[in-house]
């Protein structure tokens, strides 16, 4: 995500892509889905949930349409560059662009002329066979405002996300550790609304506790900032079995106390008011085109990707309606917790006490092995971001300023606030709206008219959005723009209010 081609990686089938794209977008922002559910009541929460699933899909065919146009400009520029090199050289001997072409699986035997390659319609060099990451597509077909813009776009993303995840291990440490009874592992879910200023150890209050947490969360996972650090696949492997195995823990039981007649929920079909945190949460929650390119590149046949998409879309949207629904009839809407694990860390609900910590401490566990990979793409976001060609960071910058500004203003926001909802919400509506919709809807016109313009305006990109209309572009990026608005006059009008 720091703006440059990297290595493709080993290539995998489509359906394994279609898998690492699921396990990408179910994360974080499922968890404070059921509460957002219930805050906005059920129907209002299908209709957006629904509507946002479809244009989020519609944004990432945008992606991948400017991925393709991105590898055929990067292909065309070494085809130039290399008939250069042979002019100069006064070569006698024809080019062959078989290894200018098409990489690993896609490379061709047969050599032809370069300008058979840019004739119009060729579907070739439009193949995606380079990870061009987000970065380095802004920079190719943004001004220097839009290349700006989509970084600071891209860190308000991250610093968001940080501040979620350092503030959702600590919540869950506290109302898995702290109690008034003295076994809160037992209370957490039975109604009581817990205020800060609650005992929970002996003097010290569930505020302090909490402050206690992240200062400890901090200490354990910040240094990492300050280093290289890469997602192994044994861990991606863990992470993704954990995340499946509390889910479907989550969905059983909640369906296991429907049938039993145990139902407590009984939600409303719509809350206007909840309309604001749920847009963000759902926008949050189907948030994966920052990462497309890893992705997508590895995939060995893209023929049907746009359809693997949707399929992947369809699969997301039943299991967030399940998981959703089971949830708001099975509690009610004010034992709703933000971090919806924390629901069955109840002696009703679950008599099993592992089963109970796994789910209270799930959160802790997935996040904890996110946290510093995040935190290592916000720094080199911010390193691309100043970065001036041919020069270099003096040691102290390079090593201490940017991992520092990385990390000290999620924690300071995570100190502040531990509403998860709100943080979530807000991440989504802004930073997570620029990055869903503006960007992608922006790059997707931008590398339509480029194209046209290299290749002439017969040339067809393999790639094309199914929405190639450019009706679509602008419908997003009005939608887009009128969320900006709504959310804020939300947020003013209900500040005002108090």
Known sequence: MAGGI?????????????VYMFNLIVGTGALTMPKAFATAGWLVSLILLMF???????????????????????????????????????????????????QDGYERAETRPILSVQRRGSPNIFEITERVEMGQMASMFFNKVGVNLFYFCIIIYLYGDLAIYAAAVPVSL????????????????????????????????????????????????????????????????MTSLMRWIAFILMIILALIRISRGQAEGHPSMAQLSGIRNLFGVCVYSFMCQHSLPSLITPISKKKHVNKLVLLDYILILAFYSLLSFTAIYC????????????????????????????????????????????????????????????????????????????LIPPVLVAFCTHDLESLVGITGAYAGNGIQYLIPAF???????????????????????????????????????????????????????L
């Open 6 to 18: 990297t290595d493709t990686g080993e290539l995998y089938s489509p359906y394994v892509g279609l």
């Open 52 to 102: 946002l699933g479809f244009m989020s899909y519609m944004t990432t065919t945008f992606v991948v349409e400017a991925m393709a146009a991105a590898n055929a400009q990067l292909r065309w520029k070494r085809m130039e560059k290399r008939k250069e090199d042979d002019e100069d050289e006064d070569s006698s001997s024809g080019v062959s662009d078989s290894d200018v072409l098409l």
């Open 174 to 237: 506290m109302q898995v550790t702290c109690s008034v009874t003295g076994n809160h592992s037992c209370s957490v879910g039975d109604g009581t609304k817990y205020n800060d200023t609650d005992k929970c150890w002996g003097p010290i209050r569930r505020i302090d506790a909490y402050r206690l947490f992240l200062a400890a969360f901090t200490l354990l996972l910040g240094p990492f900032t300050f280093f290289n650090v890469q997602k192994t696949k044994y861990l991606q492997i």
């Open 331 to 406: 509690f009610r809407n004010d034992t709703l917790m933000d971090m919806y694990t924390l629901n069955f860390t109840n002696c009703e609900i679950i008599n099993v006490a592992f089963i109970r910590y796994f789910l209270g401490l799930f959160p802790v566990f997935t996040i904890s092995t996110n946290f510093p990979i995040i935190a290592v793409t916000l720094r080199n976001n911010w390193k691309t971001l100043f970065h001036r060609e041919g020069g270099t960071y003096p040691w102290v910058v390079d090593r201490v300023v940017f991992p520092a500004i990385t």
């Open 443 to 497: 790059l997707a016109y931008c590398s339509r008219k480029d194209t046209q313009l290299v290749f002439g305006n017969g040339t067809v990109n393999k790639h094309l959005s199914p929405f190639r209309h450019t009706f679509w572009i602008v419908f997003v990026l009005i939608w887009g723009f009128s969320c900006f608005v709504f959310v804020t006059a939300n947020i003013v009008l209900s500040e005002s209010k």
